[in-house]
């Protein structure tokens, strides 16, 4: 009765080894399973409220910005220099930038989540994807003042991946890194020949996280407190952690405030 009321924690006492025990036994598995089950969904309901309260910020902020710069341009239309329209046109146009990127990510993340995206292996030479993405932020880590390099690497054998799903973990992880780093900082990328496969390292001299964040830096939308500022969707971790597993590996970080951070993950050989 206990346990029909809702109190999942109930269990009956079991002290005979008969029918009538063995059916206690298999009650008391049910419930314990049950209990998980509940666990869970409770759980989970927590984090889909999270989820759509971040949401919701994370879409009011720019549609906010847009609205009003929208307001004044229209109100003031005979009275706004081409200088001034311009200035507030291109704050406009960075927004709706910021609400196209933060809808393709979650749409990126509900395929990972729902595993509606399988790797398509290819064979590719890691040390040249690696290349070809540190070229597509050398300009912005060059406007940050952030050193971005590759370390020379070894002679490689092949990776056996999906090249575009593996570019973004790289363009992620690199792009974060170069947000984080301060002015005159470095960032550096290196790539080896680990235990499980060809190992992919990005160092950052950044602001690094703390010991109290870094166990959530892989959660959706998660941002540490110093970092809010550094804009970005909150959802590049996420989606390389996701991508890494497709490919049965994991993605690991080690940080220390004030000193920097270092990613890395492991990219299976050509069998």
């Given at each position: 009765q206990q346990f029909e009321r809702g109190n999942y924690q109930e269990r009956v006492s079991v002290q005979t080894g008969d029918e009538i025990g063995q059916l206690g036994r298999a009650f008391n598995q049910m419930a314990d399973t049950i209990e998980a089950n509940v666990e869970q969904l409770k759980k989970n309901d927590v984090l889909r409220r999270e989820l759509v309260a971040n949401i919701s910020h994370d879409l009011r902020s720019p549609l906010a910005s847009i609205q009003g710069y929208l307001e004044t341009v229209l109100m003031k239309e005979n009275d706004l220099d081409p200088e001034k329209r311009r200035q507030f046109l291109n704050t406009i146009y960075l927004n709706v930038t910021t609400l196209n990127r933060l809808v393709s990510e979650l749409f990126e993340l509900s395929k990972l989540d729902a595993k509606?995206?399988?790797?398509?292996?290819?064979?590719?030479?890691?040390?040249e994807l690696v290349q070809d993405t540190i070229l597509e932020f050398q300009v912005q880590a060059e406007k940050n003042g952030v050193n971005l390099q590759m370390m020379p690497p070894e002679d490689l054998p092949l990776v056996s991946a999906d090249i575009g799903m593996i570019s973004r973990v790289l363009s992620n992880l690199i792009e974060n890194a170069v947000r984080y780093t301060p002015e005159g900082g470095e960032v550096k990328v290196s790539v080896i020949q680990g235990e499980e496969g060809v190992h992919v390292s990005v160092v950052d001299t950044g602001q690094g996280i703390s010991a109290e964040d870094l166990p959530?830096?892989?959660?959706?939308?998660?941002?540490?407190?110093?970092?809010?500022?550094k804009g970005g969707t909150g959802l590049g971790l996420a989606i390389a952690q996701k991508i890494v597993e497709a490919h049965g590996r994991k993605i690991s970080v080690s940080s220390k405030l004030n000193t920097g951070t270092t990613f890395g993950f492991d990219t299976p050989l050509v069998l």
């Open positions: 509606q995206v399988e790797p398509e292996l290819e064979a590719f030479s890691m040390a959530y830096i892989f959660d959706r939308f998660f941002r540490a407190e110093k970092s809010r500022s």
